[in-house]
């Protein structure tokens, strides 16, 4: 695949290749709410106690999908707006699979394929499945077109896909043919990084033969991870009726456990990067962990603001979130830095490298940059250096569309194809001025929605 744009962003603050896992904590702080789902439907009683993988609540706008206990525990609904808190947690042996567990949404009698699809559903593993174009969490009882299964990710500073693949290539492996047994002759597009590393070819080996997997290779470049980039480089047209599923690796991982072992998927591997934190590493964490309990040992700086998530699309966590929310990938820690550089623009530049090459760093050894959330210099007009465009993948003219959602020109913004942005956030990281461009187009496809397209949906 040869996608236009990206950037190799370099940036220091990368988790190492190395896991490590938490200590068990004592209460977990379960959020309510994630990116897409939010668990309304409350399945426990306060102070019942619960055991380790019982759905606690469930998603009824999203097939009631599960929020599982990661462990035993004693639930307490009040103690924590926004959250369900386990207190007296304990690490008890796991439970298997409990047939009769209530997922309103699904028939039971949907013969094998039907059975594993729901299985996935109660175990905590269908979540980890995405529409390719629209994120949304697929229907359990649709038929996709094709499935994009990736074990890239690109974002700085995000849990890389390899560190999970390389100690489990044959879970890895039996969780792809889990896959394919959902599938009837869709292919699988296997998305593997285009360099040669023995990872890669041991991947390669393992699944020749395999003829319903399609490999494709992708640049190391951000943001060629993106699903929607790669349903379109691999021509895969949005279709409502026929979807394009997509999973990355840890999915697969969780679809092996959850059918070969019938375990719930409770843990996951998360990445604790950037540079306020003193080592980065990958996490194997749960949801509900206390975040300042995975922080603050770690970090020895003293004003930091924490994101969920990468740096370049993670959202700030708000002080009344406790917990790991049931989505988290990773934490990224950046140095809050508040003081305003006077005239930073024209200054040389000899520590600070840019898209732009001009600052004195162009002349060194490349070198990873330290980020901190300062601006670098004031926010100005856009000085039509083009930057945004030549790195944009999506093939649009964020300097243009940014023009015209200023001058509340929706109907032309919406002629300029801002709906093929895939909100990666790379040409608010290079534009020099410092323009929260994805920000501003977030919030432009959903005003576009609303004023232009608002009779639509009713009629
Ligand atoms: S316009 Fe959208 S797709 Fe293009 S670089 Fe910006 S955020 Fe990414
Ligand atoms: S990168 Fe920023 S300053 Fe340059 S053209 Fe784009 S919006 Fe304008």
């Known amino acids: 695949m040869k996608p236009r744009g990206g950037y190799n962003i370099r940036v220091a603050g990368r988790p190492a290749g190395a896991v490590e896992a938490l200590p068990e904590p004592d209460t977990l702080y379960l959020p309510l709410r994630s990116r897409r789902f939010n668990f309304s439907e409350i399945c426990v009683k306060d102070g019942e106690r619960c055991g380790p993988g019982h759905a606690i609540a469930k998603d009824p706008e999203n097939y009631f999908v599960p929020l599982l206990a990661p462990r035993a525990g004693t639930v ?5 707006e926004g959250h369900i808190v386990l207190e007296d947690v304990a690490k008890l042996p796991e439970e298997t699979y409990h047939p009769d567990d209530d997922l309103p949404h699904v028939p039971k009698d949907l013969g094998s394929s039907g059975m594993k699809r729901y299985k996935l559903l109660a175990l905590g593993a269908w979540q980890f499945l995405h529409d390719a174009h629209t994120n949304a969490l697929p229907d359990p009882f649709d038929t996709p077109s094709a499935v994009i299964a990736s074990t890239i990710r690109l974002e700085p500073f995000l849990a ?5 693949v390389r100690k489990r290539l044959v879970n890895f492996t039996r969780g792809l043919e889990h896959l394919q047994a959902l599938l009837e002759y869709q292919p699988i597009h296997l998305i593997l990084p285009e360099v040669d590393s023995d990872l890669a070819s041991r991947v390669r080996d393992t699944l020749r033969g395999h003829a319903w997997v399609n490999i494709t290779y992708v640049p190391l470049r951000y943001p060629f991870d993106n699903f929607a980039l790669l349903a379109r480089g691999l021509g895969l ?3 409502a009726n026929s979807p394009v599923w997509a999973i990355n690796s840890e999915g697969i991982l969780a679809m092996d456990r959850a059918l070969t072992m019938s375990h719930p998927c409770t843990v996951r591997l998360i990445s604790l990067g950037g540079p306020a934190v003193d080592e ?3 996490l194997k964490a749960m949801p ?8 603050d040992p770690r970090t020895s700086s003293e004003s930091i603001r924490v994101l969920n998530g990468g740096g370049l699309t993670g959202d700030t966590v708000l002080e009344d979130q406790l917990g790991l929310d049931a989505e988290c990938t990773g934490l990224t820690v950046l140095p809050e830095h508040t003081e305003r550089e006077f005239l930073g623009f024209v200054r040389p530049g000899s520590d600070r490298r840019s898209y732009s090459r001009c ?4 002349l060194r050894a490349p070198a990873a940059e330290r980020l901190t959330t300062a601006l670098k210099g004031e926010r100005r007009p856009c000085v039509s250096c083009n930057f945004c465009e030549e790195v944009c993948p999506a093939g649009i003219m964020p300097h243009l569309i940014h023009k015209l959602l200023y001058q509340d020109e929706l109907e032309q913004a919406e002629l300029t194809r801002i709906d093929l942005c895939v909100e990666c956030g790379l040409c608010s990281f290079v534009c020099p001025s410092k323009i929260d ?3 501003e187009f977030i919030d432009g496809k959903q005003l576009i929605q609303e004023e232009l ?3 639509e949906v009713e009629a």
């Open 437 to 439: 461009l994805r920000r």
């Open 453 to 455: 397209h608002s009779e």
């Open 359 to 362: 600052f004195l760093s162009t």
């Open 76 to 80: 307490r609904l009040d103690a924590v």
């Open 160 to 164: 890389r896909g390899d560190v999970q």
């Open 237 to 239: 047209k949005y279709d």
């Open 288 to 295: 509900g962990y206390p975040i300042r309990a995975i922080i």
């Open 280 to 282: 980065p590493k990958h």
